[in-house]
């Protein structure tokens, strides 16, 4: 399989349109925050920022660093998540015509499943760090660039629900009880700080 | 200024991180509205549909070619935000040291201006269309494909929320009071809209 981020944008498009499983939604939420945090580093790299102080500078030379490996992080969770997803399906396919093959298969699609609640936990996870960094961009970064950060801070949102979704939709089909409760419990506490992150992000926007 | 459809996935996110103010939030939520009709497009393409009956086929078969034609509009799009955008800035650098330049600048900025507030209302009328749509798939679709129709709704308001971002911040800078208002009444009605199908077609994918 092509790295995602090497195909063409309308290749991508098309790839995500194709009646075939995979890319789908969870690729494209890695890609979307991809974006989001892109449109982040664009404003923390203007050579204004908000009241042109070197402190401001500084926070947001050191904001553009870290978008810069949450957005690697993206574009990798982007190939990791249709992986992922093809194994589930692989696993699906396995044989269960004896007792031992039932056995063995029920035991690979849990253990696929496992891995494909992974990718979108870690693409909530990116999303989070993103969103906190994105309330440091739009305190500091230049006011002409407002609207920048607030599509980056859209995309970054839908990024986080599109992996939340993911993660449920998976939730759903395991069995290992504490996995689960780990999981949920972590897409509530990521969930809600992504929300405030936002939100304070949004008021130093208007303000 | 080459087509972002044509560049790779990675030199797009590379042309958005890029302190150069194009392409910005404007083409961001073009190639966004893109991704979240692709994934649409998929689930409509699928073999199968929610029921498998033959209307619900049809249903989804008129939809995904309606979809594709809604892509092609916001990859259109994507590239008209940037080159209007390169206008506007290309009007604020005319010479203003006569009154006749700065008669003759003030009247180009308005010009670029009201083209700049075009683009943004056109994705933001493609993003109520293809919601719309959305409605449609995620009612008929198959129940397999929920997450992805979530995830596609998701990128279809973010689009619409950057498109209206843009909208209001040109809008600031214009003088024309009838357009202004009209822009500003299709900006409420068409969200109002939006937001109405994604109410819809989120209680379909729970039901």
Do not use: C, W
Not at 66 to 79: C, E, H, I, P, Q
Not at 117 to 124: C, D, G, N, V
Not at 149 to 177: H, M, P, T
């Amino acid at each position: 399989m092509p790295r995602f981020a090497d195909l063409q944008v309308s290749a991508f498009l098309d790839a995500l349109a194709n009646p075939e499983p995979t890319p789908g939604g969870g690729t494209a939420a890695a890609v979307a925050g991809a974006m989001g945090v892109s449109l982040l580093m664009m404003v923390a790299g203007l050579a204004k920022s908000r009241s042109g102080s070197e402190v401001e500078r500084i926070a947001l030379s050191e904001a553009r660093a870290v978008l810069s490996s949450v957005r690697d992080r993206f574009t990798t969770l982007a190939d990791a998540d249709s992986v992922a997803y093809q194994q589930v399906m692989a696993a699906y396919r396995l044989p269960k015509d004896t007792d031992t093959e039932k056995a063995a298969r029920k035991v690979a699609v849990q253990q696929a499943l496992t891995a494909a609640t992974a990718a979108p936990l870690e693409t909530l996870r990116a999303s989070g760090e993103a969103m906190r960094l994105a309330s440091v961009v739009a305190e500091h970064g230049n006011r002409n660039a407002v609207s920048d950060v607030g599509v980056g801070i859209g995309l970054l949102q839908a990024a986080a629900d599109g992996a939340i979704a993911n993660v449920r939709i998976n939730i759903g089909s395991l069995q290992d009880e504490s996995f689960k409760t780990s999981a949920s419990t972590d897409v509530d506490t990521i969930s809600k700080r992504i929300a405030a992150d936002a939100a304070a992000a949004k008021q130093s926007l208007e303000s």
